[in-house]
C-alpha cells in the first residue's frame, strides 16, 4: 500500500514551567513542552462571548509582593513572590528633622538630628554643619544630659516675641524670667503692643562696620535703636578719627556689694575711658533686731541681722551668716529669708460671742460666732480644714472680720403638689387650654400655680377636599391608612390612623441588585419590596472594581522635591509614588550660579580642587597668606586658615 502524509497542527506553546525572572520589574515563564525554549505568559481572552487561556510569547506580567517579609524597606528593594528577584525604586529614608532641645535643671535635652519616619525603620543620623543629613553617621543616642542642680531665676525681665519671634514693640509679646543656668522660663507676664517705639533721636549707637566692637580709630557705622526691642533706625556710615567725644562720667559711691568709682572721662562713640578709678565694695552695715515673742494677733521673731543699706539678713553680723532664701526645684521661692526669723502667732483664746441662727426657707440663717479675749479676732467653727484655716485643741476655726461672714444660705423651699381635681386652684386641662394646679410649700406658708399641658384632640367634622370627599390617606407599608378630622375643641386639623396596621412591605423571593459595585464598594444584593421599593439583607457579592489609575507629576524645583504618582479617578486612592529629587541646575560651572534660581552653588577656586598638584600649590600659597594675613575666606565664603596661626592642611 502507498503511504500518506496527514497535517498535524502545532500543540502551541504551554508557558506554564520555570518562572523566567527578567530583572526589570516584570517575569515570565517557560514553556513546559519538552525541547522548547520559548518564554511568554498564558493569559485569558474572550472569543465569540467564550473565555479561553491562550498563550503569548514574549508576554511579561509585573512583579509582584504580598509575603510581608519581601516587602521594599528603608534600606532593601522589594522582592517579587514569584520570581525572586528585586524591583522598584531605589531604597532610601524618609528623612525628618529634629530641632534641638535645649537640656534644662533636671531635663534632659534632645540633640539636633534627623530621623526616618517609617514606622518600621526609624533610624537616626548625625547632622552636618549645612544642616542637612549626613548618612554617613548614624546615631543611636540623641539624648542631651540634664543640667545638674535647681533652677535659679534670675531677677531680671527679658521681652520676647510671640511664639519664639523676636520682640518688637509693636506688637503684643510677653516679659519672662528665665533660669540663670539653663534659660528656661520661670515667670511670665503678657505685654500689650506699644503704640511706637522708644527711640531716642538724640542717641546715637556706634558699632564697627562688621558689627564688632566700634573704635573712633577705625570708623564704621551708627545708628539709632529702640531701648525697648532693639529695632534699629537711621543708619549711616562713620569715617575714621582720632578725635575722642568724651562726655565726663560723675562719680559713684561704692555701696555693699557693688564698686563705686571716681568722676573720668569717657567717649560718647567708641567708650574709651580716661583716668577712672574702681573704688572696692563697702562692707553691710548691720543692725541687730533684738527676738520678739509671738501673739495672737502678731507675729514674733528669732534675733537677726539687717543691712541698712541692702536689706540683707543674717544670723550674725557677717556676710558667712547670711540666709537665703529656699527655692523648689523649679527655682521658686518657697520660703524668704524673712520667713525664716519669723514665729507664727500664738492661738487665740476664744468664747462664744453671738449665738447660732437657724436659716429658713427665704431667709439665711448664721452659725455660731466666737471672739478671742485677747485680741477680739472673730471666728467661726468649720467641718472640714481648709487653706484659710487653723485647729485649737482639735476644733478648726476660720477668722471671719464681721458678723456678715458667718452668714448661712437660705434653705429653700420643700414643695407638696397638689394635683387632686377637687383641691383649691385646680383647672382641668383640654385641647386647647393648659390646665394647672397649685403647690405649696410644707415649711412656710408660700404657693405657686403649676401649668398642666394641654390635652389630645377629640374628632368632629372630616376634612374635606375641595369636590366634597373626605380626606383620607392609603395604606403604605409603613404607615396605616388615615382619615383627616377637625377637632371639636379647638377645631384643627388632625390624623386619625386606622386600627388595621400598616400594609407591611412585600419582600421578593430572590435576592436581586441593590447597588452597583465601584472600586471602593462590592456590589449588593437584597430582598426588595414589590410595593414600596425597599430592601432588606443586604449583603456584598462579587469582586471590587478594578482601579482607574491616572498618572499625576508634581514637578520638582531648585529647593523642593516633586513627585509623581498614579492617582485613581473615582476614589483617588494613590500608588508608585516616586519622589523627583529637587536640586540646582548649572550648565556653566565656570560662574557657579544656578541657572534656574540664580543662586551661587559652586566656587571654582583652587582651594578645593583635589588632585594631587592643585593640592600642594594650594597648601604653599596658603601658608603665605597666613604669614601676610590676607586671603582668610574663599570668595564661596569658607574659611581658609584660622587666625591662631594653624595651618590648613588640604585633605
Known sequence: MGSETFAVPALG?????????????THNFKCSREGCTAVGIMKEVTVDEETKTVPEE????????????????????????????????????????????????????????????VESCGAMFDVKEDGSVDLEKPITDTVLPAIEGDHVKSDIWV????????????????????????????????????????????????????????????????????????????????????????????????????????????????????GKVTTDP????????????????????????ICKNCGVISRAANEANKINDILDEEGNVVKTALEQVTIAKTAHHFESYADAKPASCTLAGRTEVFRCKDCEQLAIVVAEAGEDTYEIDGTIYKDIASLDDAKTEPLGHNWYEDKEEDSVGYVKPTCSQKGSFVKFCLRCDKKETVEIPALEHVKDEPVKDAEGNPVVGAATCEEPAFEKWTCQNCHEEFKVY??????????????????????????????????????????????????????VVEPADCTHDGKSYK?????????????????????????????????????????HKTDGFSKFIWFILNVWNQFLGINQTCKCGELHYVKSGSIVVPD
Not at 17 to 24: D, F, I, T, Y
Not at 284 to 291: G, L, N, Y
Not at 536 to 548: A, I, N, Q
Not at 589 to 603: A, F, L, M, T
Request: hydrophobic share 25%; charged share 30%; aromatic share 6%.
Open 159 to 274: 521681652l520676647v516675641g510671640l511664639d519664639g519671634a523676636p520682640y518688637n514693640c509693636l506688637q503684643p509679646g510677653k516679659r519672662v524670667k528665665k533660669c540663670t543656668k539653663c534659660q528656661a522660663i520661670l515667670e511670665s507676664e503678657d505685654v500689650e503692643a506699644a503704640a511706637a517705639h522708644s527711640i531716642d533721636e538724640n542717641q546715637w549707637v556706634y558699632e564697627a562696620a562688621d558689627g564688632s566692637a566700634f573704635r573712633c580709630e577705625d570708623g564704621g557705622k551708627r545708628y539709632h535703636e529702640c531701648t525697648v526691642c532693639g529695632e534699629k533706625r537711621n543708619e549711616e556710615t562713620v569715617k575714621p578719627t582720632t578725635t575722642h567725644e568724651d562726655e565726663m562720667i560723675d562719680a559713684v559711691e561704692a555701696t555693699c556689694g557693688k564698686p563705686g568709682h571716681n568722676a573720668y572721662q569717657k567717649c560718647k562713640r567708641c567708650g574709651r575711658e580716661v
Open 58 to 117: 514574549n508576554g511579561t506580567v509585573d512583579c509582584t509582593t504580598e509575603i510581608e517579609a519581601n516587602k521594599a524597606t528603608c534600606t532593601t528593594k522589594a522582592k517579587c513572590d514569584v520570581c525572586g528577584a528585586e524591583y522598584g525604586p531605589e531604597p532610601k529614608h524618609t528623612l525628618e528633622h529634629v530641632d534641638e532641645v535645649k537640656a534644662q535643671c533636671g531635663v534632659p535635652g534632645v540633640k539636633e538630628h534627623w530621623v526616618c519616619t
Open 282 to 305: 563697702k562692707d553691710h552695715e548691720w543692725k541687730e533686731v533684738p527676738a520678739k515673742e509671738p501673739k495672737c494677733n502678731e507675729t514674733g521673731n528669732e534675733a537677726y541681722y
Open 13 to 25: 506553546h504551554d508557558f506554564t514551567g520555570e518562572v523566567n525572572p527578567l530583572n526589570n520589574g
Open 498 to 551: 386606622s386600627t388595621q396596621p400598616a400594609l407591611g412591605h412585600v419582600w421578593g423571593d430572590t435576592k436581586v441588585s441593590a447597588s452597583p459595585a465601584s472600586c471602593t464598594q462590592k456590589a449588593t444584593i437584597g430582598y426588595k419590596c414589590d410595593r414600596c421599593g425597599a430592601f432588606k439583607d443586604l449583603e456584598e457579592v462579587g469582586e471590587l472594581l478594578p482601579h482607574t489609575f491616572e498618572t
Open 567 to 607: 492617582r485613581c479617578t473615582t476614589c483617588n486612592l494613590v500608588q508608585d509614588e516616586v519622589v523627583i529629587k529637587g536640586e540646582h541646575v548649572d550648565t556653566d560651572p565656570k560662574d557657579g550660579y544656578c541657572d534656574r534660581c540664580g543662586v551661587y552653588i559652586s566656587c571654582d577656586h583652587i582651594c
